[in-house]
């Protein structure tokens, strides 16, 4: 099939290729022509496992191109999906569609022929029916367009895996039996061929998918994190007790992970914006749960902050301290919402000198946080450090000897916020260790 994708962000970019790779000839299209260029030249503009290569090959294949121009992407295709951002609005109070509508109006004004409008941005329920009238409104080809809605599910560093393989695709549309549904099952055909479990709807269901998911997950992670509270005051072993709940086929292990909690682009901003969507629709003390869902996981990097300033005897003033990781989690150069460097930038308005490392996202960091210090090197970061944290869990820093780090440190102090250091190891190298929810 030929199709487009309109916003080559994250999500457009990462699509995109995948759509070339299961055989369609795909053309993506961002109003950003720095942003064309380097995914026409065979790059992505983030970091994602994977993603380069695809992109080299199939932008040299001639199968995946990129355009500025909206009245190029209408006329290549009639099966355009939309991709674009739905940041938080400023007042932190729900989504700013104004990127999607807009995106919206300049594709429906060139629109002449009938075609399939997908919508994938995450956007709060009672969305579909207003980009169906804008399209009907704005488009030459008026009623001929219809309108699917298709969320998307993926996880950084595994979104190349989760697009191509994923869990579940869910399809949304207007009505039973569309033209729509039949262009998407052929589209997807390969992907639902491997055996993904295909779930049909309607358009509020699909509207909702994404961001009830996303709670679920985010209330499972604050959850094992408020029982971590109760570990530490107790000496129980949150590690361990998550090892016990997870047995439980009702419950599970997987994204149980006690720590520092989540960050990122997502979990968060979907948090919030569930919950303001169900104030607006008059259900607000329905999902009330998820306010405390996200006052847990804010606690979780003040209590960093405590063990901190507790480790250095009640105040950080003058001290520095070496912090691993910068990125919302591994294998990302994603730092949005990172609780690694809000605990790190909390600390140095304590008046500590704060001095961060990551293997992927310092150029991220620096830009955003100038104010913190930087090194690329986790074995060099620790020298003359007072105390270490290890905030973002990538794998290599679990491999580095913790008896070559002791006599760089001024003392050696280590609070692992993410729970994966060999705690036993790092004592007997003579490191003291404290680790959220263990003794």
Not at 61 to 76: I, M, V
Not at 218 to 225: H, L, Q, R, V, Y
Request: hydrophobic share 45%; proline share 5%; glycine share 8%.
């Amino acid at each position: 099939m030929k199709l487009t994708f309109v916003g080559c962000g994250y999500l457009g970019a990462t699509h995109a290729a995948c759509m070339a790779e299961l055989g369609h000839e795909v053309l993506g299209m961002d109003s950003d022509t720095d942003k064309v260029a380097i995914l026409n030249s065979g790059k992505a503009p983030f970091r994602e496992r994977g993603l380069d290569e695809m992109l080299t090959r199939h932008t040299s294949s001639g199968r995946l191109k990129f355009t500025a121009s909206y009245a190029e992407a209408a006329a290549f295709a009639d099966l355009h999906f939309i991709g674009v951002g739905t940041p938080e609005r400023a007042d932190g109070d729900g989504y700013d569609l104004t990127h999607l509508f807009s995106a919206v109006r300049r594709l429906a004004a060139c629109l002449k022929n009938p075609a399939v409008i997908t919508v994938k941005s995450t956007v709060p329920v009672g969305t579909a029916p207003r980009v169906r009238d804008l399209l009907h409104q704005i488009a030459p080809a008026g009623r001929a367009i219809e309108v699917a809605w298709n969320p998307e599910f993926l996880r950084e560093s595994f979104a190349i895996e989760d697009t191509l393989r994923p869990d579940r695709l869910v399809l949304g549309f207007e009505a039973e039996h569309s033209w729509a549904e039949a262009v998407l099952r052929r589209c997807y055909e390969a992907v639902v061929r491997a055996g993904t479990p295909t779930v049909v709807t309607d358009w509020a269901t699909a509207e909702l998918a994404k961001a009830s998911a996303n709670a679920f997950l985010a209330t499972k992670i604050s959850f094992i994190n408020a029982i971590a509270e109760v570990c530490e005051v107790t000496g129980a072993d949150v590690g361990k007790l998550a090892d016990i709940l997870g047995h439980d086929a009702r419950i599970g292990r997987r994204s149980m992970r006690p720590g520092l909690g989540f960050g990122g682009g997502c979990l968060p901003k979907d948090l919030r914006g569930f919950v303001a969507r169900a104030g607006e629709l008059g259900v607000e003390q329905a999902v009330v749960i998820l306010r405390e869902v996200e006052a847990i996981n804010n606690r979780r990097r003040e209590r960093v902050v405590d063990l901190a300033c507790r480790e250095l005897d009640g105040n950080v003033a003058g001290k520095r301290i070496a912090v691993w990781g910068a990125a919302f989690k591994p294998e990302t150069d994603d730092i949005r919402d990172s609780p690694a460097l809000a605990v790190a930038e909390r600390l140095r308005e304590l008046g500590a000198t704060v001095v961060v490392t990551d293997p992927q996202a310092l150029d991220n960091a620096r830009k955003t946080h100038p104010e913190l210090d930087y090194a690329d090197d986790p074995v060099t970061v620790v020298e003359d450090a007072d105390l270490l944290l290890h905030l973002t869990e990538w794998p290599q820093y679990s491999h580095i000897d913790p008896r070559s780090l002791a006599a760089r440190a001024v003392a050696p102090r280590v609070i692992d916020g993410r729970g994966t250091l060999d705690a036993g190891a790092w004592r007997q190298a003579g490191w003291t260790v404290r680790a959220l929810g263990r003794p």
